[in-house]
């Protein structure tokens, strides 16, 4: 699917930019692993920047995300991204069965995480960020409360990979956005 495409539906439902950088850092991640995995990269991306598309509209587990398929269906997206997009949210029942599907559901609650570690560091950036510092703030259960640990748990465990290497994985994804989704902070990359 064309990143294009992708972006203009983002930018049609959403007008929260730090809702937008969340989607940004999914895509970010969903390529990264694309990549490693030899898979279809702007398949993935596509995936991970549509993923929370219809949340403004529909702010609701009863809606989110299942009521957002029809639009995308009227724009054309692809029923392997609508199938996915939908089973990235435990409430639907939907099962996970492909890559791309554990894949998106094993990024998304994590970026999310790795965000809130990065804006608290002194140099507010993901540069000197890794996945220690996060272990570090995991434990906090205060920290970033609405995180939903278990799900990132669980997601790591889908994808068969170590939790902290999962997030030292996404780490390296997201870095390569930071000055686009504000996590560059005091540092720039080298």
């Known amino acids: ?104 559901y094993a990024c998304d609650e994590l970026t999310g995480l790795i965000t809130a570690v990065a804006l608290v560091r002194p140099s507010r950036s993901l540069y000197d960020l890794s996945s220690s510092s996060v272990k570090k703030k995991w434990k906090d259960r205060a920290f970033a409360a609405g995180a939903n640990r278990e799900e990132m748990e669980k997601g790591a465990a889908e994808i068969g990979l170590d939790l902290w290497q999962h997030t030292d994985n996404v780490i390296l994804a997201m870095r390569s956005i930071a000055p686009v989704i504000g996590l560059a902070g005091s540092l720039s990359a080298t």
């Open 1 to 104: 699917m064309d990143r294009d495409l992708a972006l203009g539906i983002v930018r049609q439902y959403v007008k929260n930019e730090n809702l937008v950088n969340h989607m940004l850092a999914v895509e970010a991640a969903m390529r990264y692993y694309a990549t490693q995995l030899n898979q279809d990269i702007d398949l993935w991306g596509a995936t991970g920047l549509l993923h929370d598309f219809d949340w403004e509209i529909h702010p609701t587990i009863e809606q989110h995300p299942l009521a957002g398929s029809s639009i995308l269906r009227e724009h054309g997206v692809p029923e392997v991204i609508i199938r996915a997009i939908q089973s990235h949210a435990d409430h639907t029942a939907i099962p996970r069965v492909t890559p791309l599907e554990k894949y998106l």
